[in-house]
Nanobody
């Protein structure tokens, strides 16, 4: 059984930075795709989490357009920790951030239904 634990969230002013971590136990990321998703406050029930960033098995990084140039995803050398460096944060980045692992094909990397292990989430709040 794989367990994921996110940390690093908090309250920051617009323009600030945060670094989120996702620690895995029970497995490494070597055989999985690992990605960050977020769910904004007040989001309609049943609405899927929004894909933020992911690293596919081709070792390429993928980002949602709204964070390109501001967020950087990486993994540790032991492939047990994933990071999301978030710079130049904006109020619209406010959300609960989740990491997930799964085995989606590349065309489905943004689909949260393709991930079957999730962390509990970490709150990121950006004040204006």
């Amino acid at each position: 059984q794989v367990q994921l634990v996110e940390s690093g969230g908090g309250l920051v002013q617009a323009g600030g930075s945060l670094r989120l971590s996702c620690a895995a136990s029970g497995s490494t990321f070597r055989d999985y795709v690992v990605a960050w998703f977020r769910q904004a406050p007040g989001q309609a029930p049943g609405k899927d989490r929004e894909f933020v960033a992911g690293i596919h098995r081709n070792n390429h990084n993928y980002y949602v357009d709204s964070v390109k140039g501001r967020f950087t995803m990486s993994t540790g050398n032991d492939k047990r920790t994933a990071y999301l460096q978030m710079d130049t944060l904006k109020p619209e980045d406010t959300a609960v951030y989740y990491c997930g692992i799964g085995r989606p094909v590349l065309s489905s990397i943004r689909d949260p239904k393709m991930y079957y292990y999730w962390g509990q989430g970490t709150q990121v709040t950006v004040s204006s």
